[in-house]
């Protein structure tokens, strides 16, 4: 189907449905292969960058997109699954802030989980590399 619009907003398009496609792909075989959601990953996977593997929950919710009840709610649904991989801790210096932080069990998950992120990943960006969303203008108008 040839985009009607201005060239780059055919481009924005494009970006976006690959952006679907892989986010899909990436849940799926998250779910199937870890029980791990695509914003849990993400959850473990920024924990994972602080030097202490912890955060506050505010701190998540810019970084997983989410709100600030959304990643609590998120946080409380992964500590329930009861895989371990996450600890709560009330902050000493505020009681009213509350840190999550990273265990080894959760290290190990998102160890395992990310092998399968950069797979589909690679599978993704091998079936449209990155670079082809943007000549699309010239594919599109010959």
């Excluded at 449905?17 to 473990?44: G, R």
């Excluded at 912890?54 to 329930?80: H, I, M, P, W």
């Excluded at 996450?86 to 265990?103: A, P, Q």
């Excluded at 998950?109 to 943007?134: C, G, H, N, R, Y």
Aim: charged share 25%.
């Amino acid at each position: 189907m040839k985009c009607e619009m201005s060239s780059s907003f055919c481009q924005w398009l494009e970006i976006n449905n690959f952006h679907l496609k892989v986010e899909s792909a990436l849940e799926k075989s998250l779910q199937m292969n870890h029980n791990l959601s695509l914003k849990e990953f993400y959850v473990l996977y920024f924990l994972s960058q602080e030097p202490e593997q912890k955060l506050k929950l505010q701190d998540l919710e810019g970084k997983v997109g989410l709100s600030q009840s959304a990643v609590s709610r998120l946080v409380s649904k992964f500590e329930a699954k009861g895989c371990g991989a996450l600890e709560r801790n009330v902050c000493e210096h505020d009681r009213r802030s509350i840190y999550t932080s990273l265990t080894e069990t959760g290290a190990a998950k998102l160890k395992a989980a990310a092998a399968t992120v950069e797979q589909v990943l690679t599978e993704s960006f091998s079936e449209m590399p990155i670079q082809i969303l943007f000549k699309q203008d010239d594919i599109q108008n010959k």
